[in-house]
């Protein structure tokens, strides 16, 4: 068994960039495309992996000096130090159980597909540290190994629930057609962005708002333009970083240049998956008359996006500052802040690439975030701890992305205090839910995208 868990985490540490191509080349086959056209889907793929990771490299490296230097600048002293997911996903997978998330993720989700109560192929097994990560946290809370299992399974069918239901807003607005976003970490936004996007429908005033890309670019003029906004943007954020002038200037054109390129990069992403997914429709319409399929792929995919890029790039000064007068909060933004396009990217999907609405939801979830990335942070410390990881410094650490999602305090919270009663409920819920969505319910994904 560790001969195999070795090699898988081999084959995962190969990178999304190598382990994809791989993965889509040999399901291309499967679906009985031709080898040198999936040789070159899945070399696309890659390629477009590469270069959206260059980017995104690109903002991080920027983002984070200029984040860390506006929490020096606003005085922030915060007892939990937010470690970034990176970090998180050493912590996840660095324990025994957390090795064991991958093989649990893929029969998991081979065994949904069979059964019919998942569309969701997830090919993006880097991401099963989201359940690696819960699963760890019950482990260290309960000391009950089976029951971690248990809770990575259970987690797992969340995210392909949502991953499900978000689907048809996603292809719809991203333009990603049969594509779903099965990430722990965006997922939950989905069931965060409906309630909120009904409210702000039926508010006088607020529902008569309608800010997105082209109608400011249409307003604006140039100032519209996805480059010029980038500009503006990021020398706002180097100004209250207090930057000198060359730096704010340098900063800014960094900060253009992202929000140009990220969506070419997805572009050539898209290109790679098109034959695929067309492969995968025609197969299931072959085999599985009445089915439909999804490849579950990251949320990076909608990284690139105007409304989402924009909108996180605002959000990350307006989360600082949240951090600072939020009563009872804890926790010191940090590590994650580049990680918000992620967590909002489903969310702007639901409000139909509104920035206004975008921005609304961002802010919403950064306040619930805080408090449950606080709440947790113990059980992520001693998870730390258990993974021999070094706590950076810091006596107490957290994890905004993964460790404020609602899933993440609904788990952890009724394992901690129902352990195999509080899992299996929620199991025995999402189980009931994924029998009606798939087997009773009735309208197509059109339907709900046009809602």
């Known amino acids: 068994m560790s001969a195999v868990s070795a090699g898988l985490q081999w084959f995962v540490n190969l990178g999304a960039s190598v382990m994809l191509p791989i993965l889509l080349f040999i399901f291309a086959l499967?679906?009985?495309?031709?080898?040198g056209k999936a040789f070159k889907a899945g070399l696309t793929v890659g390629i477009g992996f590469?270069?959206?990771?260059?980017?995104?490299?690109?903002?991080?490296?920027?983002?984070?000096?200029?984040s860390h230097a506006m929490v020096r600048n606003f005085g922030l002293n915060l007892s939990t130090l937010d470690i970034g997911w990176p970090a998180g996903s050493a912590v996840a997978y660095g324990t025994v159980l957390g090795s064991l998330a991958i093989p649990v993720g893929v029969?998991?989700?081979?065994i949904l597909l069979i059964i019919g109560l998942t569309k969701t192929l997830d090919v993006d097994v880097w991401n099963y540290w989201h359940i690696a990560f819960t699963g760890s946290i019950v482990y260290a809370v309960t000391h009950n190994f089976?029951?971690?299992i248990f809770t990575m399974v259970v987690h797992i069918m969340i995210i392909y629930l949502l991953a499900d239901m978000s689907a048809p807003y996603i292809q719809k607005q991203y333009g990603l057609p049969g594509i779903s976003f099965p990430q722990g970490a965006s997922a939950p936004g989905f069931l965060l962005a409906l309630p909120l996007n009904w409210l702000m429908d039926r508010i006088p005033g607020i529902n008569k708002i309608k800010i997105t890309p082209k109608t400011v670019q249409k307003r604006m003029g140039v100032f519209g333009d996805a480059s010029v906004m980038g500009l503006i943007i990021g020398i706002i954020i180097g100004l209250l970083a207090k930057y000198s002038f060359a730096k704010t200037l340098q900063l800014g054109v960094t900060t253009a240049a992202v929000l140009v390129l990220m969506?070419?990069?997805?572009?050539?992403?898209?290109?790679?998956?098109?034959?695929?997914?067309?492969?995968?429709?025609?197969?299931?319409?072959k085999h599985f008359p009445g089915r439909n399929l999804y490849i579950g792929m990251d949320s990076a995919l909608a990284a690139g996006n105007e409304t989402v890029l924009s909108s996180a790039l605002i959000l990350v000064p307006i989360t600082l500052l949240i951090a600072v007068i939020l009563p009872g909060n804890s926790t010191l933004p940090f590590g994650d802040l580049a990680t918000i396009p992620y967590m909002i990217a489903i969310m702007a999907a639901v409000f139909r690439g509104d920035i206004f609405r975008t921005l609304i939801g961002g802010i919403v979830d950064i306040i619930i975030t805080l408090y449950i990335?606080?709440?947790?942070?113990?059980?992520?410390?001693?998870?730390?701890?258990?993974?021999?990881?070094?706590?950076?410094?810091?006596?107490?650490?957290?994890?905004?992305?993964?460790g404020g999602v609602w899933t993440t305090w609904l788990i952890i919270g009724l394992g901690k205090i129902m352990t195999w009663g509080g899992i299996g409920l929620i199991g025995v819920v999402t189980l009931a839910?994924?029998?009606?969505?798939?087997k009773f319910h009735k309208a197509n994904d059109k339907a709900v995208a046009d809602k």
């Open 50 to 66: 590469v270069g959206l990771n260059l980017v995104i490299t690109l903002l991080t490296k920027n983002l984070g000096p200029a």
């Open 373 to 402: 990335a606080s709440w947790v942070a113990p059980f992520v410390t001693a998870s730390a701890k258990a993974a021999h990881f070094g706590l950076q410094g810091a006596s107490s650490i957290t994890v905004l992305s993964d």
């Open 30 to 35: 499967i679906l009985r495309i031709t080898p």
């Open 263 to 285: 969506p070419r990069m997805v572009s050539l992403l898209m290109e790679g998956l098109t034959p695929i997914s067309e492969g995968a429709n025609d197969f299931i319409k």
């Open 146 to 148: 089976a029951l971690g």
């Open 107 to 110: 029969i998991t989700n081979v």
């Open 433 to 438: 839910i994924m029998i009606w969505y798939n």
